[in-house]
């Protein structure tokens, strides 16, 4: 009775911490990744479900596979990020510049361009100047740069009317200034995940202890 107590509790925690584990998908990606993430993560909570539900042995031990599988795509890509960090950031320049020339053809890219220069308050990839290179913007900068946001703010600007910074390096000084959160916020992550493939395992062993009972 006590085992089946303790396994009960353990069943409960489980559910709980792949609730978590599905609300864990990050907000910022891309909405193709986003999908892609979700599904995926959405099927490994489903099979975790399911196998607490049932005590099933093998959808458990696949459940804790995944997970750990999970951790250690994280923590390879965090280690990876830190490595690579100045090449990441000379690459987002590189991709900001060529999204900036597609920028008077592309409503999606536009879009994405306006949200990050009106979010960080910013203006071309150095500085608002980049924008002088883009054929069509010539003597004007997207309304995105303005201080106060009006229709066709940008054209003809006055440089005091506009955020004369680039997009790259506030976006720099952003993370450099919040890495500290999202640190935390990934440890939070991976003590929920490290919990759940012990719960898993918690529960993979009982399930393999009534099998040689039986």
């Not at 489980?14 to 993560?41: E, H, K, Q, R």
């Not at 999204?99 to 949200?115: F, G, H, R, V, W």
Request: charged share 20%.
């Amino acid at each position: 009775m006590a085992v089946e107590g303790g396994m009960k509790c353990v069943k409960f925690l489980l559910y709980v911490l792949l609730l978590a584990f599905c609300a864990a998908t990050p907000s910022f990606l891309l909405p193709v990744v986003i999908i892609a993430v979700g599904a995926f993560l959405f099927l490994v909570a489903f099979v975790g479900c399911c196998g607490a539900c049932k005590e099933n042995y093998c959808l458990m031990i696949t459940f804790a596979i995944f997970l750990s599988l999970i951790m250690l795509v994280e923590v390879a890509a965090a280690i990876a990020g830190y490595e690579f960090r100045d090449k990441v950031r000379s690459e987002f320049n590189k991709d900001f510049r060529q999204q900036m020339k597609n920028y008077p053809k592309a409503n999606e890219t536009a879009s994405i361009l306006d949200k990050m220069q009106k979010d960080f308050k910013c203006c071309g990839a150095a500085n608002y100047t980049d924008w002088e290179k883009i054929p069509t913007m010539a003597s004007r900068v997207p309304d995105s740069c303005c201080v106060n946001i009006t229709n066709n703010c940008g054209v003809h600007f006055v440089v005091k009317d506009i955020h004369t910074e680039g997009c790259v390096e506030k976006i720099a000084a952003w993370l450099r200034k919040n890495v500290l959160v999202v640190a935390a916020a990934a440890l939070g992550i991976a003590f929920v995940e490290i919990l759940g493939i012990v719960l898993a395992c918690c529960l993979v062993k009982s399930i393999r202890s009534g099998y040689e009972v039986m």
